[in-house]
């Protein structure tokens, strides 16, 4: 699909969320609560078929933490960005996707540990690179002790 | 008087438990410093649990303090074998979202420069690859021939392996005089030693029997598990990023993906392998 027929695809499969054109790519921003089953819907639906997850990240906002899923489906070769914002800043909780994509599994163990965001019902969240002891690096108040450098 | 028994040996009753063994982080095969916390019984193995991070160091964090063409010099630390590609994906970032065009010989040198890396770093592969199955030699020939690309490079832009040489809006340097040559003759020299490296380890019947029907990666998995690059189209999962999101000159290169359906480690081996002849095509143009 390109771009224009995925737009209009989304927008009507999924009433709840909100899809926009974004620069590059498709963006969909769903509701925390609905993330699980948007990601089944995204994966399953046979015109859409989305089943590579190429990047998850997290970013810092002030307000929420943010979950940016890009996804491709290998069959049609188009691409979707989509983001859910948490609830919670501090104490930032959403549910996995990690039965839906597997890889998602380790992306979300690093975002857990370099921003701590709490996935719900993973099988296996414990931090990637860092042991229990430390901050979230990535958080945009951790204060680094050792940096020389300050912007 | 003591009775004796017969004893019977056979090999398929032999009853082992379950162990584990703890593999690396500084094992000679975990290249890049990989602890793997192995469950095994007898020969094989039941469960892998990998511990990563052993050499994160941080560039995330460090590249918040820093400009965009400081952040060049952290990102060829990433991958030394693919330092070039990493510099410019950041350089492409940058440009992007400053909305900046680079000049069209920018393209090209930039697209030479890559591939020139992936073959060096093939190479590399190769070389260790042997290596890590006993045959040391291999180790000689593919370093032997990896130099007069780290040499090419050197005189281009003072570098061997971290290059630094992608810059947001361009090059850091013209192509030295002797660039165009120096390839030129290294592609005709090396095309010569490609039959070599085959007559040395992809015949040989050890080589064979270890990587032939192992480690198969179905489709499914390479796709779930986001396996990319030739491992991935080595279990025909369509992924070359050159081909579907096309960066720098690429849409200008002719050049055909290699895909492969069977998925075990002789396939990747052998398409890697098919991945060099292809860059002396990419090259040639």
Same mark, same amino acid.
């Given at each position: 699909?390109?771009?224009?027929?995925?737009?209009?695809?989304?927008?009507?499969?999924?009433?709840?969320?909100?899809?926009?054109?974004?620069?590059?790519?498709?963006?969909?921003?769903?509701?925390?609560?609905?993330?699980?089953?948007?990601?089944?819907?995204?994966?399953?639906?046979?015109?859409?078929?989305?089943?590579?997850?190429?990047?998850?990240?997290?970013?810092?906002?002030?307000?929420?933490?943010?979950?940016?899923?890009?996804?491709?489906?290998?069959?049609?070769?188009?691409?979707?960005?989509?983001?859910?914002?948490?609830?919670?800043?501090?104490?930032?909780?959403?549910?996995?996707?990690?039965?839906?994509?597997?890889?998602?599994?380790?992306?979300?163990?690093?975002?857990?540990?370099?921003?701590?965001?709490?996935?719900?019902?993973?099988?296996?969240?414990?931090?990637?690179?860092?042991?229990?002891?430390?901050?979230?690096?990535?958080?945009?108040?951790?204060?680094?002790?050792?940096?020389?450098?300050?912007? | 008087?003591?009775?004796?028994?017969?004893?019977?040996?056979?090999?398929?009753?032999?009853?082992?438990?379950?162990?584990?063994?703890?593999?690396?982080?500084?094992?000679?095969?975990?290249?890049?410093?990989?602890?793997?916390?192995?469950?095994?019984?007898?020969?094989?193995?039941?469960?892998?649990?990998?511990?990563?991070?052993?050499?994160?160091?941080?560039?995330?964090?460090?590249?918040?303090?820093?400009?965009?063409?400081?952040?060049?010099?952290?990102?060829?630390?990433?991958?030394?074998?693919?330092?070039?590609?990493?510099?410019?994906?950041?350089?492409?970032?940058?440009?992007?979202?400053? *909305?900046?065009? +680079?000049?069209?010989?920018? %393209?090209?040198? @930039?697209?030479?420069?890559? #591939?020139?890396?992936? &073959?060096?770093?093939?190479?590399?592969?190769?070389?260790?690859?042997?290596?890590?199955?006993?045959?040391?030699?291999?180790?000689?020939?593919?370093?032997?021939?990896?130099?007069?690309?780290?040499?090419?490079?050197?005189?281009?832009?003072?570098?061997?392996?971290?290059?630094?040489?992608?810059?947001?809006?361009?090059?850091?340097?013209?192509?030295?005089?002797?660039? *165009?040559?120096? +390839?030129?003759?290294?592609? %005709?020299?090396? @095309?010569?030693?490609?039959? #070599?490296?085959?007559? &040395?380890?992809?015949?040989?019947?050890?080589?064979?029997?270890?990587?032939?029907?192992?480690?198969?990666?179905?489709?499914?998995?390479?796709?779930?598990?986001?396996?990319?690059?030739?491992?991935?189209?080595?279990?025909?999962?369509?992924?070359?990023?050159?081909?579907?999101?096309?960066?720098?000159?690429?849409?200008?290169?002719?050049?055909?993906?290699?895909?492969?359906?069977?998925?075990?480690?002789?396939?990747?081996?052998?398409? @890697?392998?098919?991945?060099?002849?292809?860059?002396?095509?990419?090259?040639?143009?």
């Amino acid at each position: 699909m390109t771009n224009e027929e995925l737009l209009a695809c989304l927008t009507g499969e999924f009433s709840k969320a909100e899809v926009k054109p974004g620069k590059q790519y498709v963006e969909i921003m769903v509701n925390a609560a609905d993330l699980h089953e948007t990601s089944v819907q995204l994966k399953n639906t046979p015109a859409l078929s989305f089943d590579y997850l190429f990047c998850l990240s997290g970013v810092d906002f002030p307000e929420s933490m943010q979950i940016v899923y890009h996804l491709e489906s290998t069959h049609h070769r188009h691409i979707v960005v989509m983001k859910v914002n948490t609830a919670d800043r501090l104490d930032p909780k959403v549910d996995t996707v990690s039965d839906v994509w597997q890889t998602a599994k380790y992306h979300e163990r690093e975002v857990y540990d370099l921003l701590g965001v709490k996935f719900n019902n993973h099988t296996d969240l414990r931090r990637l690179f860092l042991d229990d002891t430390w901050g979230f690096p990535l958080r945009k108040d951790y204060k680094d002790e050792v940096r020389i450098v300050e912007r | 008087m003591s009775e004796t028994k017969e004893i019977i040996i056979s090999t398929d009753k032999i009853h082992t438990d379950q162990y584990l063994v703890n593999m690396g982080p500084q094992h000679p095969s975990t290249h890049g410093v990989l602890r793997l916390l192995v469950r095994l019984e007898g020969e094989i193995v039941h469960h892998i649990q990998p511990h990563v991070g052993y050499i994160h160091s941080g560039i995330e964090k460090m590249c918040e303090a820093l400009s965009y063409p400081q952040i060049i010099h952290l990102t060829d630390r990433m991958d030394y074998l693919s330092a070039h590609m990493n510099n410019e994906a950041v350089c492409l970032c940058v440009e992007n979202a400053l *909305q900046v065009e +680079v000049p069209e010989r920018v %393209k090209y040198i @930039r697209t030479i420069m890559d #591939e020139l890396t992936r &073959l060096q770093s093939h190479q590399l592969w190769w070389c260790v690859m042997g290596m890590d199955l006993g045959a040391l030699t291999t180790f000689f020939y593919g370093l032997r021939d990896r130099e007069h690309i780290l040499d090419i490079f050197e005189e281009t832009c003072g570098a061997r392996m971290t290059l630094n040489y992608s810059l947001p809006g361009g090059v850091m340097f013209d192509i030295h005089p002797n660039f *165009q040559k120096r +390839v030129k003759d290294f592609i %005709k020299e090396f @095309r010569k030693k490609l039959p #070599e490296y085959d007559q &040395l380890l992809t015949g040989n019947v050890i080589f064979q029997e270890r990587t032939n029907d192992i480690g198969y990666l179905s489709l499914e998995d390479a796709i779930a598990w986001g396996v990319t690059g030739p491992s991935g189209r080595a279990s025909g999962f369509s992924c070359d990023v050159r081909k579907h999101q096309p960066y720098s000159a690429y849409p200008l290169v002719d050049f055909q993906e290699k895909l492969d359906t069977k998925g075990d480690s002789f396939t990747r081996y052998r398409l @890697r392998m098919r991945r060099c002849k292809n860059h002396f095509a990419s090259l040639n143009n």
